[in-house]
């Protein structure tokens, strides 16, 4: 919640008239009429807009006399996709790169990054401010469940009417209502973690750290809050983490995704847990003392 | 004064991806006479999956796509089932089979709402085909029973982008199809479930209902798709529709769906499962079906880089299959992709899609991958209860669904036919029925899970290997056709992973022997219906026969905005 259907039909009055100017996937004209979009809203015709980026950027000088990704022309003359990063960003009301790709460079700059991909964050940098003076907020994941993007875009939404809080970020720029807990501490098998039964091949229900899970180093809603109408969650589902929101993904400490996370991570937590126990016996040992 | 016309359509909105089609138009005549079809981005995934683990291939593999990605995870699983020696246990191959149907019940959907359907929507026949719109306010429906509209302009408006009640309806449909696929997949999209000898976890008897229960929610939508599709391809025929985008009947299809008692993921036995297959593998050439076998179907996969950003390669590791057939140089076990960008040349190389073809006794063929490749050799092979030879006739099941008519509510017998010309009405007929098809096929693997539940059968995991030296192909249907994996694990490795999917196939430039590819090919001769002074042609007819084929290149920029309506904007 918010659906795509509520956004764009505009349920209530703080987050209606909406408007989805230029969508590739969605939009209805195609060509030079879809273009024209995007040199409008150049020109200033949609101000305030949302630049809202999904996909790496490659490094086009890399290139040569070619081009890694092109999106449109006009006579003769061919767009890369970061001719309107660039051209877009010098007027957008505020910036949200959505996905691991977009955010961080995800999968197309895993080792050894062809195209030279990277993502929004780096490309525009981390003290870049748009025209409302906010940063580049990020949406990680691969991809991000819907919720976390309608949830992001209409947070944004509200405190730009002045209906809430600018939403805080964390040092990667990822909003901390969303990606303030690691996978491990919301997960639904985090139980039997604390209680050392760990699933020693898929299909048991114990706890899947042994068999790569990155949820111990990776800040992620979903094995609580599930990926569609609260349905499903990663290491809910036996399936190891993978780490997609993590500016890592998908290259080392996350990968190998079978292979278990650093030793020392998880020497540490279990002595923090022994510790626990131990503070808790304790204290109930002073209790009784007292009786 | 010139009487011809050159449009160059980029973006290609409304698919998934990166795509650019060139068309020339004899304006006289107004048909097509040139096309040229164009990829317009490259991110090197299979550069990226050299030197990895190979199991990890699976999840990456996947993230080529956020369309597909079901059909992505599943092939991969098969070509590492395949490398890793190992085999999934029946109920884990059940899970995958009902990821995929319900995948397909999801991305046909979005398609003929969201990414074809606005072609026939009120909001761009009344601009493009102003005359049509007229019409089809009076052109009364046949099925009015199942669907409840009078004619098809009512269907059409109800179809347009944002305003209609059909686009808005399916969005929720597609919802309740991904929350099945969720149940066994974790995490959509992008699979997180989907392992190498199975996958991560079985189901319960809680959980399979859920699944059930949402899907029966389904069932009647898809009825009622069905029927709204039947009118407007009525209307489209009645227009001279089915001469848009034809091409001879030369297709390929790897088949879907495994049966869990018989796949067994070894190479030397793929003939013998891939044709137990839910939906039959096949070939067919000028209209006849020349094979059924996976590992001839395969073999034959060549790709050429002529007029692609590509260099050719070298070298040639695999020289013959585990069987002792050889494999040709330009086979993708061979294959080594090395980008090379370059200034888009007509004449020489212009796209990042490469061209692959299907070869057999030293003849290159064209083939297209699609729906109506796979009801077509489904159909045509008998290999499969109600396949006769020239149709495919399959059931939809009875629900008591409140609220719902007796007609949505009904067992509904349907019946497909193979067609006499492959051309956009036909692929999009053949679309909806696949459609139906797999909501058939999916209600049928339910039932099997709750057998296998009964049985106590939960197992959904065997252990695998990593070998010093391996092949792996896994092949399977995705939304858009034919997708294959293919695998070289050495040291433990993967040494060479290569992909090509449907799209590659469909949007594919010309090859080495200069023959266009499919959309290329669907494009010429194609008449322009479009109306108006030819100076303000669009190109309708062009995207509608590129979008029959429903393209799948992949990534986007979005733009959000502030304060006025919606609707008005992304109308036109």
Redesign the interface.
């Given at each position: 919640m918010p659906?795509?259907?509520d956004v764009?039909?505009?349920v209530v009055e703080p987050v209606s008239?909406?408007?989805?100017?230029?969508?590739?996937?969605?939009?209805?004209?195609?060509?030079k009429?879809?273009?024209d979009?995007?040199d409008d809203?150049k020109k200033g015709k949609?101000d305030?807009?949302?630049?809202?980026?999904?996909?790496?950027i490659?490094d086009e000088e890399?290139?040569?006399?070619?081009?890694?990704?092109?999106?449109?022309?006009n006579d003769g003359q061919?767009y890369t996709?970061n001719y309107?990063?660039d051209s877009?960003a010098e007027r957008a009301?505020a910036a949200v790169a959505?996905g691991a790709?977009a955010t961080y460079g995800?999968?197309?700059h895993?080792?050894?990054?062809?195209?030279g991909?990277h993502g929004l964050l780096e490309h525009l940098g981390k003290d870049w401010k748009s025209t409302l003076g906010l940063p580049v907020v990020c949406i990680p994941g691969?991809?991000p469940a819907g919720d976390w993007m309608t949830q992001t875009?209409g947070a944004l939404?509200l405190a730009?009417r002045g209906f809430a809080a600018v939403p805080d970020l964390d040092e990667h720029h990822r909003p901390r209502f969303l990606f303030g807990r690691l996978a491990h501490d919301n997960c639904p098998r985090a139980g039997y973690y604390s209680e050392g039964h760990f699933a020693e091949?898929?299909?048991e229900q114990y706890c899947?750290v042994g068999l790569g899970c990155k949820g111990l180093i990776s800040y992620c809603p979903?094995p609580a809050g599930?990926?569609?109408?609260k349905?499903?969650?990663?290491p809910?589902?036996?399936?190891?983490c993978?780490g997609?929101t993590e500016p890592e993904f998908?290259d080392d400490p996350l990968?190998?995704?079978?292979?278990p996370p650093d030793g020392v991570i998880m020497t540490k937590t279990i002595i923090k847990r022994i510790l626990g126990g131990i503070y808790q016996a304790y204290s109930l040992q002073k209790e009784g003392g007292r009786k | 004064m010139s009487t011809s016309k050159t449009i160059f359509i980029e973006p290609m909105t409304r698919i998934e991806g990166h795509l650019g089609v060139k068309a020339d138009i004899d304006v006289e005549r107004r048909v097509v006479v040139d096309a040229h079809s164009t990829g317009v981005m490259f991110r090197g995934f299979e550069k990226i999956m050299e030197g990895r683990d190979p199991p990890d291939a699976i999840w990456i593999s996947q993230r080529i796509c956020g369309v597909c990605p079901t059909p992505h995870a599943i092939a991969s699983a098969e070509a590492l089932d395949m490398a890793l020696n190992t085999s999934p246990p029946p109920m884990a191959i059940l899970l995958r089979n009902l990821a995929d149907a319900f995948e397909i019940i999801y991305d046909h959907t979005l398609h003929w709402f969201q990414l074809s359907g606005p072609d026939y929507s009120a909001a761009i026949v009344s601009e493009r085909n102003p005359s049509w719109m007229r019409e089809a306010e009076d052109f009364s429906t046949e099925y009015r029973d199942i669907h409840g509209f009078s004619t098809v302009g009512e269907i059409m408006r109800e179809m347009t982008p944002l305003e209609g009640k059909l686009w808005i309806e399916s969005l929720n449909y597609q919802r309740i199809a991904k929350e099945c696929l969720v149940m066994v997949a974790g995490k959509y999209p992008h699979l997180a479930t989907v392992v190498p000898g199975g996958i991560t976890v079985s189901t319960t008897i809680g959980r399979a209902q859920e699944m059930l229960f949402r899907f029966l929610e389904l069932v009647p939508w898809v009825k009622k798709m069905v029927f709204i599709a039947e009118d407007v391809f009525r209307f489209l025929q009645e227009k001279g529709y089915e001469k848009v985008g034809v091409r001879k009947a030369n297709l390929i299809s790897y088949g879907a769906g495994e049966n869990p008692e018989i796949y067994d993921a070894k190479y030397e036995n793929m003939d013998e499962w891939g044709i137990a297959r839910e939906v039959t593998p096949g070939i067919v050439i000028d209209g006849k079906l020349l094979t059924n076998r996976l590992t001839e179907i395969h073999l034959g996969v060549q790709e050429y880089v002529t007029h692609s950003f590509y260099e050719e390669w070298d070298k040639r590791d695999v020289e013959k299959d585990p069987l002792g057939n050889e494999v040709p140089p330009k086979h993708p076990w061979n294959k080594d992709t090395r980008p090379k960008p370059e200034k888009m040349d007509w004449d020489s190389r212009y796209s990042w899609v490469t061209a692959p073809r299907w070869v057999s006794k030293g003849k290159v063929h064209v083939v297209e991958a699609g729906p109506i490749s796979r009801m077509w050799t489904t159909a045509a092979s008998k290999k499969v209860e109600g396949s006769t030879g020239s149709s495919l006739r399959f059931t939809l099941p009875k629900t008591n669904i409140a609220g719902l008519s007796e007609e949505l509510n009904r067992e509904m017998e349907l019946e497909w036919r193979i067609p006499d010309s492959v051309n956009v009405v036909e692929r999009l007929r053949a679309r909806i029925y696949y459609l139906a098809y797999m909501t058939n096929i999916a209600f049928g693997e339910i039932i099997k899970v709750l057998e296998y539940l009964k049985k106590g059968k939960i197992q959904v995991f065997n252990e695998f290997e990593r070998p010093k030296w391996s092949l792996g192909v896994g092949l399977t249907e995705a939304g858009r056709g034919a997708l294959g994996h293919w695998i070289v694990v050495r040291d433990g490795k993967i040494h060479r992973y290569q992909v090509v999917t449907p799209s590659n196939f469909n949007a594919s430039p010309r090859d080495g022997e200069g023959n266009r590819g499919p959309y290329e090919e669907a494009l010429i001769d194609t008449p322009i219906t479009e109306e108006g002074d030819a100076a303000n042609w669009d190109g309708v007819d062009v995207v509608r026969t590129i979008r029959s084929m429903d393209p799948c290149l992949a990534c986007g920029v979005t733009v959000y905005k502030g304060n006025s309506v919606t609707r008005r904007v992304i109308g036109g």
């Open positions: 659906s795509l259907i764009l039909t505009g008239n909406i408007n989805l100017v230029f969508h590739q996937a969605v939009m209805a004209p195609w060509g009429r879809a273009i979009v995007l809203a949609y305030p807009f949302v630049l809202v980026l999904e996909g790496a490659p890399k290139a040569g006399d070619g081009f890694w990704c092109m999106v449109g022309e061919l996709l309107w990063i877009l009301a959505v790709c995800g999968v197309p895993g080792h050894p990054n062809p195209t991909a691969c991809p875009l939404v730009v091949t898929f299909g899947v979903a599930g990926w569609i109408n349905t499903g969650g990663c809910t589902f036996g399936a190891p993978l997609c998908p990968s190998p995704f079978l292979k | -």
